[in-house]
């Protein structure tokens, strides 16, 4: 098998970072593979919010010091494998999953590697996808994280596999169901998953939170019934629901005042979603445990 040797001891450009607010598009050395292990030449690595929070320093796997290449929505062309590898070959276009488990536990067992207590993920504890090649660890190989994808798929449209992945496995505890009044907090592209998905589960008013008009506005075409801003939403959750609240709220968007005034609308029962992480250094949020019966009822996953 093709091991990369033809590469070897050459460079590549990548984005480097070195510290908050400093990313660097350099020359690095183009990964070496071991013989369990392959190289994957990327075609497309999209930024997600995780990236932006890495790059403003407020990720706790990027603590003070480290030098990392950050990415890890991607898609790309394997161009060497390890002479151990069976099952991946080169000149396959593949989708890459970037969570792992390290050793085999009961987390990556059942296929919860991002639950592990001993994970790895491209782009967050392991160099990743911004840059022109990236190593393929042998465990990423050995879990499954490889997933073929066609010839003429468009690898920027693939590369979304990986945002949307999290919105379905967000929305499985969550178990909307139709007719409910279903909350989304943010109007990003995940956001934007969350309303379609919503809606596909057969949800009966998707309500969403954002400030910025352009994006209310996107995401009335992608299935919200409605979309208000923050400060609207309290009043809008009261109306729609007939003073019930929301059965399901997803706060997708890492805002402390976003994740406690869920807790304010949701309904008795409710099922929350903190889907935006809080930066590391700050991050918990305040709430009034005595406000209404609903807090108590709500299920925060």
């Avoid at 598009?25 to 392959?38: F, S």
């Avoid at 840059?131 to 003429?152: F, K, S, T, V």
């Avoid at 969350?194 to 352009?214: F, K, Q, T, Y």
């Avoid at 729609?240 to 968007?253: C, F, L, N, P």
């Amino acid at each position: 098998m093709n091991t990369g040797q033809g590469i070897r001891g050459q460079t590549m450009l990548a984005a480097v970072y070195h510290g908050p607010n400093d990313l660097r598009v350099e020359q690095y050395p183009i990964p070496q593979i071991g013989p369990d292990e392959a190289l994957l030449r990327v075609e497309s690595s999209t930024i997600c919010g995780t990236d932006l929070r890495i790059l403003s320093g407020g990720h706790r796997q990027y603590p003070e010091g480290t030098v990392r290449i950050p990415g890890h929505e991607v898609v790309g062309e394997i161009v060497a494998v390890g002479e151990s590898v069976v099952g991946v070959e080169v000149g396959q276009r593949v989708f890459v999953a970037p969570n792992m488990s390290v050793g085999f536990s009961r987390e990556a067992v059942r296929g919860d590697n991002n639950l592990s207590k001993h994970f790895a993920a491209l782009g967050i504890t392991l160099d990743g996808s911004f840059a022109e090649y990236m190593r393929i660890p042998a465990a990423a190989i050995l879990q499954g994280n490889l997933i073929a994808i066609p010839p003429d798929m468009d690898a920027a449209t693939a590369a979304l596999i990986e945002p949307f992945a999290c919105v379905l496995r967000g929305q499985k505890p969550l178990n909307i169901q139709v007719g409910e009044v279903v909350v989304i907090m943010g109007a990003g592209p995940i956001g934007v998953m969350h309303v379609m998905l919503a809606r596909l589960h057969g949800a009966g008013h998707v309500i969403v939170s954002e400030p910025v008009v352009e994006r209310r506005e996107q995401v009335l075409r992608f299935g919200a019934d409605l979309a208000v801003p923050p400060e609207a939403l309290a009043e809008t959750v009261e109306k729609v629901s007939h003073g019930e609240g929301a059965d399901v709220i997803v706060v997708a968007t890492p805002i402390h005042a976003a994740q406690e005034t869920s807790l304010h609308i949701a309904a008795i029962g409710g099922r929350i979603n903190f889907f935006g992480g809080l930066p590391k250094d700050q991050p918990t949020i305040n709430f009034d445990s005595n406000a209404d019966d609903a807090l108590f009822q709500a299920v925060v996953a």
